[in-house]
């Protein structure tokens, strides 16, 4: 990405970050970031997430129990880097807990992105498109509302995963 479209976007991103955390200000809680620890792209985003303060949630064992405790706390939102199995189950319980999806993105070979936005998700599907390889850190960055902290990404061929994103209703 060159520097113009780079900072474009960075302010595009500001912005929507900006609205995705407007609630998170009266909210009590935090947003919840989850990961597939199997996954290469789960592992650098819960890795970015854990340099910004955060902490990003191992999905394992009984899914059904672990996110009904997870959810008790009422967390603002879901951030995920999951396989589309556990994104199906996971976000099946959580729109049972009264979420929304606002952005399913698949992440495949060769740097292919398939983007399935709602208008409150589209800057997720542009982060994920100008981002490349970097995607993983540029999610976890937004998840924590640190877009702009710039991560170097390793250099590494694009790795596939979904991300996707709920909102509480």
């Given at each position: 990405?060159?520097?113009?479209?780079?900072?474009?976007?960075?302010?595009?991103?500001?912005?929507?970050?900006?609205?995705?955390?407007?609630?998170?200000?009266?909210?009590?809680?935090?947003?919840?970031?989850?990961?597939?620890?199997q996954?290469?792209?789960?592992?650098?985003?819960?890795?970015?997430?854990?340099?910004?303060?955060?902490?990003?949630?191992?999905?394992?064992?009984?899914?059904?129990?672990?996110?009904?405790?997870?959810?008790?706390?009422?967390?603002t939102?879901?951030?995920?880097?999951?396989?589309?199995?556990?994104?199906?189950?996971?976000?099946?319980?959580?729109?049972?807990?009264?979420?929304?999806?606002?952005?399913?993105?698949?992440?495949?070979?060769g740097g292919?992105?398939?983007?399935?936005?709602?208008?409150?998700?589209?800057?997720?599907?542009?982060?994920?498109?100008?981002?490349?390889?970097?995607?993983?850190?540029?999610?976890?960055?937004?998840?924590?509302?640190?877009?702009?902290?710039?991560?170097?990404?390793?250099?590494?061929?694009?790795?596939?995963?979904?991300?996707?994103?709920?909102?509480?209703?």
């Amino acid at each position: 990405m060159n520097g113009v479209s780079r900072r474009v976007f960075l302010a595009s991103a500001a912005v929507a970050s900006a609205a995705l955390a407007g609630g998170r200000a009266e909210a009590a809680t935090l947003p919840l970031l989850l990961h597939d620890a199997q996954l290469a792209a789960g592992r650098r985003f819960a890795a970015r997430a854990q340099l910004l303060g955060g902490k990003a949630v191992a999905l394992e064992g009984d899914r059904v129990r672990q996110m009904r405790d997870l959810l008790a706390a009422a967390p603002t939102a879901i951030f995920a880097v999951t396989r589309r199995s556990d994104e199906l189950l996971v976000g099946e319980i959580a729109a049972e807990a009264g979420y929304l999806r606002v952005a399913l993105v698949r992440h495949g070979r060769g740097g292919l992105i398939t983007a399935n936005c709602a208008p409150d998700g589209v800057t997720i599907g542009a982060l994920a498109q100008f981002s490349d390889a970097a995607w993983p850190e540029a999610f976890a960055e937004l998840a924590l509302d640190k877009i702009g902290q710039c991560a170097v990404a390793p250099a590494s061929p694009a790795l596939p995963a979904l991300s996707w994103m709920m909102t509480r209703r």
